[in-house]
């Protein structure tokens, strides 16, 4: 089988861990980067492909099979017309968009050329979450009643020299939490209303750093979230599976979800119970089992899957209408914040 020929474009922190991975996987090999910045560039020379500064070109020369896009969040839009225009599948980085409307845009015009697209949300791709979706969706913890999910690091201050992450559209809400919404969404169903509060206290700049919210789940579950790029910490996703080269593992736990026969923690996939059966009460010694999890391997896997959707063998683990969901639910947040009161998320296609 003939290996399907990828570029990328925006080679910065994520786009180099795609590019590392593409050069490493059989079935499919780097053809081009396409990124402005001399970083972009050196990049392309360390994995020895041909370098564009302006994607356009690139998709006109080159003619990728598929593309992984990661460029800022509001360039999304643009990157992915450009990509369908010529024919070519997509990867799009999460969030789908900057924007509903321009999410909706990109779907739009993914459809209209008739290209597949499936969105970055790799976290669905981790062991732990069809571990936790097997369990809750199995009913080995009962009807599930709450859910309290935590995101704390503290980002270096050079995170920020870049201007996009320092702009409206560009803070943790968009950038971060955007995952634990969608891993919510992916476990525990559909988002009936969501209530935000934003802080901007840490760094004084006009992007949140923090927020707290409380979600109820159209199965009438509730949720507690609270996530912060100010603050150091080890519980995060990142943190607890180890799956960022850069961000040191601690192995904690950072979800823990709570049904009427016993508690999940998350993502090691531990479960509590007082006993197999589910029943029993605090006067009983509260057993805690463990599961054996396949080795992590979240972004390697989802690039496997694009490679398999560029060939026609699957159907998008996260579509375009899902990656707008989460971005939905994210933008709820937002949403909420400004108008002092719980929001429903929605969208149109
Ligand atoms: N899945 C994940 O875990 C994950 C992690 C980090 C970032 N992201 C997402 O990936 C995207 C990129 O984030 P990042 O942290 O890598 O940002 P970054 O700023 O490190 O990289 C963005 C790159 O895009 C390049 N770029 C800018 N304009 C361009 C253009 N017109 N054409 C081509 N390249 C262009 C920049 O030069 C830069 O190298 C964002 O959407 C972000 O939300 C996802």
């Known amino acids: 089988m003939a290996p399907v020929r990828l570029a990328i474009i925006g080679g910065g922190l ?3 861990r795609h590019a590392r991975l593409t050069v490493g996987e059989d079935q499919c090999e780097l053809a081009a980067i396409a990124d402005p910045a001399p970083a972009g560039e ?3 020379a360390e ?7 302006d994607y356009d070109e690139m998709l006109g020369v080159v003619e990728p099979d598929g593309v992984v896009v990661a460029t800022p969040n509001q360039m999304h839009l643009p990157a992915a017309v450009a990509c369908a225009e010529r024919g070519a ?11 509903l409307d321009a999410g ?3 779907v739009r015009a993914v459809n209209r050329a008739g290209v597949r697209l499936t969105v970055g949300h790799h976290r669905r791709f981790d062991p732990a979450a069809g571990a936790a979706k097997a369990i809750i969706d199995g009913g080995e913890i009962g009807d599930l009643l709450a859910v309290s999910a935590t995101w704390a690091v503290r980002k270096p201050a050079a995170y920020f020299g870049v ?6 559209g560009g803070g943790v809400v968009l950038i971060n939490l955007i995952h634990d919404m969608d891993m919510l969404r992916h476990l525990c169903g559909e988002i009936a209303t969501v209530y935000g509060e934003l802080g901007h206290g840490a760094r004084g700049l006009a992007v949140e750093d923090t927020a707290a919210l409380v979600i109820r789940f159209k199965s009438g579950a509730l949720a507690t979230v609270a996530i912060t790029d100010a603050a150091p910490s080890p519980w995060g996703w990142e943190m607890a599976t180890g799956e960022n080269p850069g ?5 904690r736990n950072c979800y823990r979800f709570m049904g009427s026969k016993g508690s999940l923690d998350f993502p090691n996939i531990e479960l509590w119970r007082h006993g197999d059966d589910g029943a029993g009460d605090w006067s009983q010694a509260i057993l805690r089992q463990g599961r054996p999890l396949s080795p992590r391997a979240a972004l390697a896997d989802q690039l ?3 490679c398999r959707l560029i060939r026609g063998e699957e159907p998008p683990r996260i579509s375009g209408e899902d990656g707008l969901a989460s971005l939905a639910a994210t933008a709820a947040v937002l949403r909420s914040f400004e108008i002092g009161a719980p929001v429903a998320p929605a969208f149109t296609l």
């Open 14 to 16: 994520i786009g180099s």
């Open 42 to 44: 050196a990049l392309a």
């Open 47 to 53: 994995m020895g492909v041909a370098w564009f500064a």
């Open 89 to 99: 599948h997509i990867l799009m980085e999460k969030p789908i968009a900057h924007s």
């Open 104 to 106: 909706r845009d990109l």
């Open 163 to 168: 201007k996009w992450r320092r702009e409206t």
């Open 247 to 251: 961000i040191p593992a601690t192995g």
């Open 304 to 306: 496997k899957h694009f």
